[in-house]
Each structure stands twice: as structure tokens, then as C-alpha cells.
């Protein structure tokens, strides 16, 4: 008999996803796997509330609907800070957020831990709670940037990070901190040029390996590891030229980006 393969929603604004999924099939490769971006709405960090949550609610519960979804991940921080409670009243399987790792941070901070996340992320009452009840003993310094996330995108599509424009966005927090957590799925896609800039002074500390084990600890897991599930993913944006994209997703074993029109 043929042993049930769980299939995994994961979804994001972009491509930030994407560093979610890569730690997620290191330790699951045998599952099936639908990534859906929708970058007709990207980027997040700068979208209303209410589109927002209406955008996941509508692209998530419909995809939920039309495959045979065991567990969803929201692949974004920006989107987990306000979407979690609507989709888990809504959906019937184990949806996994992602957001930003303040308490591992905090705890391995000496002098000041660093947010970097989306100009959203760092507004969010759910951001200010977290530092709350997790870093009372370190200052957290907050810093929003649409153009990390841009650079993330770019770099996937095939265009060098431009290391000078990295170093002026980081300049503000960059002596004050020891530690920064990657706020934002997207950053983990350039986590070296950000080590880089931000040099071995600063640790570096993102949520992908606890999303992973989250994610291990819900499913029962009937396949073996040693098979590979299949991976789709699908975007919200009209086709249009992504030949560097499709070549980056090939590596990760995708294949090319097919579309899935959004209406709201
Ligand atoms: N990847 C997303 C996050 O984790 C958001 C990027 C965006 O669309 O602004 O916050």
C-alpha cells in the first residue's frame, strides 16, 4: 500500500517564503509542498490591515479547499502578526505562523538586540508584546526597511546585492547591537551579505529551524525520507518574464512559477 504523503501550504508576500521552506524540506524532504506568493499585493510591509488580512484569508482558504492541505504555513511575519486568529477559527488543519525570534534573540544578547523586520512588523502590537514578556532585561532597537526586502527579492531573480546600499540601511542600529533577528522571511535570502556588513560582532538569529521542528511535531509523518514529494508554487501575479526566478526555484526543486489569479 502506498504510504499518504502530507502536503504543506506554505505562503508569503514574495519569495521570503522560500528560506521557511528550505528548513522545513531539510528535515521533511519526503513531503509535498505548494508554495504561493502573492507578489500582485507585494510588498506586505506597506499594506493596509484589512487588504491584508482579506488577501491571505481568501488566497489560503481557497487553496486549502482546493488540495488536500494538511498544514499551512504563513511564511511572513507581517502577515502572522495579524492573520493567525482568522485563519484558525477558520481552517480545520494546524496553521504555523512565523514571527520574530525576540526571545532566543534577547537571551543571547549581552548589550542590545536589533529588530529588523518590514515597517509593519515593527508597529505591530504583537511585535510590542513580544518584546514585552521576552526582552525586559535587553533594549530591543527597531529598524522597518521595504528595500531589504526588495534586495531579497532581486537577489533571487538573479541581480548582486549591492553591499554599499546594505551598509547605509543598517547604519542606524549597527554599533548599538550584538545580536539582530531577521524579523522578515525574506532577510535569512541575504543572511550572508547582512552578516557581512554587520560583521562577526553581531549574531544573526532568524525562526526557519523552530518553524521546521513546529511543523515535524504536528504531522504524523508516514513516508520515508529517503523520497522526494512533489513541489508546486503558484503566484498571484499576472505571468510575466521570471526565467532567473524559475532558475533559482529549479535548484530548490521547483518547478517554473505558474499563475494563480486572486479575486477579492
Ligand atoms: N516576507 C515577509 C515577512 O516576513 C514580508 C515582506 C513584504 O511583503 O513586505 O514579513
Redesign the pocket.
Known amino acids: 500500500m502506498t504510504k499518504k504523503t502530507a502536503k504543506i501550504l506554505i505562503f508569503?508576500?514574495?519569495v521570503?517564503?522560500l528560506s521557511v521552506y528550505k528548513e522545513i524540506q531539510a528535515q521533511l524532504p519526503q513531503l509535498d509542498y505548494l508554495y504561493i506568493f502573492d507578489n500582485e499585493a507585494?510588498?506586505?510591509?506597506e499594506l493596509d490591515h484589512d487588504t491584508l488580512i482579506a488577501r491571505v484569508d481568501t488566497i489560503v482558504s481557497s487553496l486549502v479547499a482546493q488540495h488536500q492541505i494538511d498544514l499551512v504555513v504563513i511564511a511572513?511575519?507581517?502577515a502572522s502578526t495579524i492573520v493567525l486568529p482568522t485563519l484558525r477559527a477558520k481552517l480545520s488543519v494546524p496553521v504555523v505562523g512565523?514571527v520574530p525570534a525576540i526571545k532566543p534573540a534577547s537571551n543571547l544578547a549581552n548589550k542590545a538586540v536589533g529588530l529588523i523586520?518590514?515597517p509593519a512588523?515593527i508597529t505591530r502590537p504583537y511585535t510590542h508584546d513580544l518584546i514585552r514578556d521576552f526582552s525586559q532585561s535587553k533594549p530591543v532597537e527597531l529598524l522597518g526597511s521595504?528595500r531589504l526586502?526588495d534586495i531579497a527579492e532581486e537577489k533571487l531573480r538573479g541581480k548582486a546585492v549591492d553591499l554599499e546600499e546594505l551598509k547605509n540601511i543598517l547604519a542606524p542600529m549597527e554599533s548599538k547591537i550584538d545580536v539582530a533577528v531577521l524579523g522578515?522571511?525574506?532577510f535569512p535570502l541575504i543572511r550572508e551579505e547582512i552578516q557581512a556588513v554587520l560583521t562577526n560582532h553581531v549574531q544573526l538569529v532568524d525562526s526557519g529551524e523552530a518553524i521546521a521542528r513546529r511543523v515535524k511535531d504536528l504531522l504524523v509523518i508516514e513516508a520515508d525520507a529517503e523520497t522526494q514529494g512533489k513541489r508546486e508554487i503558484y503566484s498571484s501575479a499576472p505571468p510575466w518574464e521570471e526565467g532567473a526566478l524559475n532558475q533559482a526555484l529549479y535548484l530548490l526543486g521547483f518547478s517554473p512559477v505558474q499563475y494563480y489569479p486572486i479575486e477579492i
Not at 507585494?42 to 510591509?45: A, D, I, M, Q, V
Open positions: 508569503d508576500s514574495g521570503g517564503g507585494y510588498p506586505y510591509g511572513c511575519n507581517t512565523v523586520a518590514t512588523t521595504t526586502v522578515c522571511t525574506h
